[in-house]
């Protein structure tokens, strides 16, 4: 099994939407000319692990997969004071994806955003956690961050040398209210090039295993109800498998979610963000969506 997210971007399919680093020229350029789309548009940010640029540790992935810890702070903390409304995967799902729930008063002034991380690397424990807790201290604010986690890769309870999360720290993560856990398969395998029984067991045995993980804390079940596609990869029979098993999907592939005109669960889209991705980037795009979305309002119109 690999990691290495970039290492399989060559062979993979390019991304139809706009680059990162153009998205926050294309709202600006449609703001200026008054073109009248009026769906709103939600940035959801995929992340992989996360580094101490203060620590001489280093982990087998690569860096560039890796974004600064004091960075995620930085725009964790931003968002915090201007009023974001941190996503779950059901969040998403269920008030802006189906509808079939309204926004809660106390949310309707909020700014959407969801933040996820994939391949369930350590550092999202032990750099992550520490950070929240903080935060939480300071604004009295509890944020959740999603996890798409590959239950093949789960290191064994106290082990030393894994880059993978333990089920333990999953479980506190979980219950101290920070994770949203949700499925990547189970061992992070390119699912357009697997068999129907070899496709079927990544995705039920990994929603199987997670479940089993943090079954007394999740009696909902809501856990692995969600998926990311590994290497962002699919097609017409992945996406169909996957919708036996799961809500919703999600893709990597730099693009924005028009949730107005979204009709397809299992490709939501999300940004990729590395090292190349500053902090300050995000927040210029976030704020500037959000302004976007406020002056239209959460309009269904496309």
Same mark, same amino acid.
């Given at each position: 099994?690999?990691?290495?997210?970039?290492?399989?971007?060559?062979?993979?399919?390019?991304?139809?939407?706009?680059?990162?680093?153009?998205?926050?020229?294309?709202?600006?350029?449609?703001?200026?000319?008054?073109?009248?789309?009026?769906?709103?548009?939600?940035?959801?940010?995929?992340?992989?692990?996360?580094?101490?640029?203060?620590?001489?540790?280093?982990?087998?992935?690569?860096?560039?997969?890796?974004?600064?810890?004091?960075?995620?702070?930085?725009?964790?903390?931003?968002?915090?004071?201007?009023?974001?409304?941190?996503?779950?995967?059901?969040?998403?799902?269920?008030?802006?994806?189906?509808?079939?729930?309204?926004?809660?008063?106390?949310?309707?002034?909020?700014?959407?955003?969801?933040?996820?991380?994939?391949?369930?690397?350590?550092?999202?424990?032990?750099?992550?956690?520490?950070?929240?807790?903080?935060?939480?201290?300071?604004?009295?604010?509890?944020?959740?961050?999603?996890?798409?986690?590959?239950?093949?890769?789960?290191?064994?309870?106290?082990?030393?040398?894994?880059?993978?999360?333990?089920?333990?720290? @999953?479980?506190? &993560?979980?219950? =101290?209210?920070? %994770?949203? /856990?949700?499925?990547?398969?189970? !061992?992070?395998?390119?699912? *357009? #090039?697997?068999?129907?029984?070899?496709?079927?067991?990544?995705?039920?045995?990994?929603?199987?295993?997670?479940?089993?993980?943090?079954?007394?804390?999740?009696?909902?079940?809501?856990?692995?109800?969600?998926?990311?596609?590994?290497?962002?990869?699919?097609?017409?029979?992945?996406?169909?498998?996957?919708?036996?098993?799961?809500?919703?999907?999600?893709?990597?592939?730099?693009?924005? @979610?028009?949730? &107005?005109?979204? =009709?397809?669960? %299992?490709? /939501?889209?999300?940004?990729?963000? !590395?090292?190349?991705?500053? *902090? #300050?980037?995000?927040?210029?795009?976030?704020?500037?969506?959000?302004?976007?979305?406020?002056?239209?309002?959460?309009?269904?119109?496309?």
């Amino acid at each position: 099994m690999t990691d290495n997210h970039d290492s399989n971007f060559v062979n993979s399919p390019k991304p139809k939407g706009f680059s990162l680093s153009l998205v926050l020229g294309f709202v600006i350029f449609f703001s200026i000319v008054n073109i009248q789309y009026t769906a709103p548009i939600i940035p959801i940010l995929g992340f992989h692990g996360i580094i101490d640029a203060k620590s001489n540790v280093r982990n087998s992935y690569p860096e560039d997969m890796q974004y600064l810890k004091q960075d995620i702070e930085k725009l964790i903390e931003q968002l915090i004071i201007n009023d974001y409304w941190f996503l779950t995967t059901q969040d998403l799902y269920d008030f802006f994806l189906t509808k079939s729930k309204k926004i809660p008063s106390q949310y309707q002034k909020k700014k959407p955003v969801m933040i996820s991380f994939d391949d369930g690397y350590k550092t999202v424990y032990t750099n992550l956690i520490p950070i929240l807790y903080k935060l939480q201290k300071k604004y009295g604010k509890k944020v959740k961050v999603v996890l798409f986690i590959n239950p093949g890769s789960l290191a064994r309870k106290g082990s030393h040398d894994s880059i993978h999360l333990e089920c333990n720290e @999953l479980r506190e &993560g979980l219950r =101290k209210g920070f %994770y949203d /856990i949700q499925s990547h398969g189970l !061992n992070h395998k390119d699912l *357009t #090039k697997l068999n129907r029984r070899e496709l079927i067991k990544e995705l039920l045995q990994a929603r199987t295993e997670l479940r089993k993980c943090t079954h007394d804390l999740d009696p909902d079940q809501q856990v692995a109800s969600h998926f990311a596609y590994p290497y962002g990869a699919h097609n017409q029979q992945v996406e169909s498998y996957v919708s036996k098993y799961y809500l919703s999907s999600y893709l990597y592939n730099d693009e924005l @979610l028009n949730y &107005g005109c979204s =009709k397809n669960h %299992y490709e /939501i889209p999300r940004l990729m963000v !590395n090292r190349q991705k500053s *902090t #300050k980037q995000l927040l210029e795009i976030a704020e500037t969506l959000s302004l976007r979305n406020n002056q239209k309002g959460y309009k269904d119109k496309c």
